[in-house]
């Protein structure tokens, strides 16, 4: 493994080599330095060095934190297509160099694609925010650098909606959109709110199909997200590169970060690894909505059970707010926190409808008589009473389908066909 840095174009730049700069280096002859690596000490990025000189040759320079940013102010950088931040978990004691940096780089309109080493996800968000434009783990797989290099050349042409509504071809989507958002929460952990947000969205989306209408499923549960699972898609880093410039993303990268489900239901999983649920805060949040409203007819959001900054953000989006809760004292107990807090807050707690999971049988009285006093007691609906759908819908989970695909018959697909029907059939009345 090569472990040195090409020398004459380190002295070139003042670079960690710590030679001086000769005259030859501003010349008409000197050759153009395309691109650099910074790091606190680059040679112990040895597989980074190697990637460099793959991709530029002889046309790359290594800097250091502190010279950095006297190097690209300069004339010195007037070529460089990019930079490569190495940082490893010596550095996250002070980023503060780090994205200082990235943030001259960025003002000199200089491309930063960061190369973290076993860096905590906190650090990681604040580089990317900062303004790295891409990333790639390091160690470096194989083809990583190339691949960052490539999208960062990429520039997307501008999305613009189209003033008049127009059909879209079958298989494309129209820009033209006004989707209905509907979170889906789930008020104590294990009462089925993802399986039945999985289900709910591809219900819709066969459905909607033959009104040529899209669905989405967005899983904001950025640490312990299932969607995924429950609906066999893989969890890609470009899900973690795209919610760390959420800000700034638009329709197309969007669309990029999507994974389908049987090439018809369009999931934003969540990322590879588990990340504090403040990774991303209320303007992320409300970009990504709006941005998925001009994209899809319905757009199913996955919620997490704790409520953080951005839950105000989804709810004030939200067309119905599914609330689900099971039978019992810990939902109870739950609810009624939940809707004391929206109260509170002075938050429209009417758009929440309750949907009572694992809901008695028709023919439980006594089981009916607990539903009616829970609903009671707590000064709330069901609006929907899910029936118990027994060991099909753990396997189907396990299978990663949707339980139409496994269990047709099943009687919890079929109430959540009927919901799905309703919302449709509710959604075409408002549009008349």
Request: charged share 25%; aromatic share 6%; glycine share 6%.
């Amino acid at each position: 493994m090569k472990k040195r840095v090409v020398g004459h174009k380190l002295s070139a730049l003042s670079c960690v080599s710590g030679l001086k700069m000769n005259a030859e280096s501003t010349s008409e002859n000197a050759e153009v330095v395309r691109a650099c690596a910074v790091a606190r000490q680059i040679e112990e990025f040895d597989l980074l060095i190697e990637d460099m000189e793959a991709e530029l040759g002889a046309d790359w320079g290594g800097l250091t934190f502190e010279n950095a940013p006297g190097i690209l102010t300069s004339d010195l950088a007037r070529d460089l297509e990019f930079i490569a931040v190495a940082v490893d978990t010596q550095d996250e004691q002070d980023l503060a160099p780090v994205a200082n940096v990235i943030r001259i780089a960025k003002e000199q309109n200089i491309n930063v694609i960061l190369v973290p080493h076993d860096l905590n996800t906190v650090a990681l968000h604040q580089l990317m925010r900062t303004g790295a434009d891409d990333f790639a783990p390091y160690p470096l797989p194989e083809g990583a650098l190339h691949d960052a290099i490539e999208r960062i050349k990429a520039v997307p042409e501008p999305v613009i909606a189209p003033a008049v509504a127009t059909a879209a071809p079958a298989g494309e989507l129209a820009q033209n959109r006004h989707g209905i958002v509907l979170p889906v929460y789930g008020l104590a952990g294990g009462v089925g709110a993802s399986t039945f947000a999985a289900n709910l969205a591809w219900e819709m989306q066969e459905v909607l199909a033959k009104e040529n209408k899209k669905v989405c499923i967005l899983d904001f549960d950025f640490q312990y997200g299932a969607i995924s699972t429950y609906l066999d898609v893989p969890r890609t880093e470009q899900t973690f590169e795209f919610l760390s410039d959420a800000l700034s993303a638009d329709a197309e990268g969007l669309k990029q970060a999507m994974v389908p489900y049987r090439e018809s239901l369009d999931i934003l999983p969540a990322p590879p690894d588990a990340l504090p649920l403040e990774f991303i805060g209320s303007e992320e949040v409300n970009h990504l909505i709006e941005l998925a409203t001009t994209l899809y007819d319905f757009v199913i959001i996955d919620l997490p059970i704790a409520l953080v900054s951005w839950s105000e953000t989804v709810l004030e989006h939200a067309h119905l707010y599914f609330g689900l809760v099971e039978l019992d004292m810990r939902s109870a107990q739950n609810t009624l926190r939940f809707m004391r807090t929206l109260k509170a807050e002075d938050l429209p707690f009417e758009k929440v409808q309750f949907v009572l999971n694992r809901a008695p049988k028709f023919t439980d009285m006594n089981g009916k008589a607990r539903v009616k006093k829970m609903a009671e007691s707590l000064e709330i609906q069901f609006r929907f009473q899910l029936p118990e759908g027994g060991k099909q819908v753990a396997n189907s989970g396990d299978e990663g389908e949707a339980l139409k695909q496994l269990a047709p018959k099943n009687p919890l697909r079929k109430e959540i066909l009927k919901i799905a029907k309703t919302i449709s059939k509710l959604a075409a009345d408002e549009g008349e």
